[in-house]
C-alpha cells in the first residue's frame, strides 16, 4: 500500500496564514481520501506495489481501463498534495537560495517577477486545480496550471513547487478572498525545501 508522507511540521505552523483547521482536514481527510482511494482501486485489482506513484502514472495502460481515470486522479491528488505540504512551512524560507535562485533570475529576470507571473497563473486558474513551477523536458523552469487532480508527470513534466488552488484549502480561512491566498502563500513558501527538490530533479 502507498503511504502518506508525514507533514513536516505541526499542524498550526502555518497560523496565520492557514489555520490549524485547515491544515488538519486537508491533510487528515482530504490527502488521506486521496491516498485511501487509490490503494482501494489498487488492491480490487490485485496490483503489487512494484512502482513509485511517479512510476506508476506512466505504467497507467497496464491497468483496466474502467479504472484508469480513477487511478490517475487519486494518485494525481496523493502527489500533488505531498507537493503542496513540502512547498510551504514555518521559518521565513520565502526567498529563493541556492540553484533555484540562479534558475529563477535567468528564466524569469528576477524573483519579482517569478513571483508575479506565478500569481497572474494561479488567479487564472477556474474551478478546482492547481499551479506549479515545473522543469519541462529541455530541463528549463515553467509555471503551468492543471485541472482537477492532474499531475504534471502524466506531461513528462516535473513539478517542484504546487500551490492548491482547490476551495478546501483556503475556504475556512478565506472565503472568497482566494487572492489574498495567493499572495500569502508566499510567505510561508519554503525554497529550502523546493531547491532540494530542484537540485535533485534537474
Ligand atoms: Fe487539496
Redesign the pocket.
Known sequence: MYELPPLRYALNALEPYISERTVDI?YHR??QGYLDKLNNFLNSVNYDYRYSLEELINHIDEFPINIRGQILYNAGGVLN?NL?WNSIGPGNKNIPVGTIKEAIDKEFGSFENFKEEFMKQAGLVVGSGWTFLVINGEGKLEIINTSNQETPYLYGLKPIMAL?L?E??YYLDYQNRRDQYISNFFQIVDFDMINKLYEKEK
Request: charged share 10%; hydrophobic share 20%; no cysteine.
Open positions: 486537508h482530504h490527502h498534495h503542496y492548491d482547490w478546501h484549502a
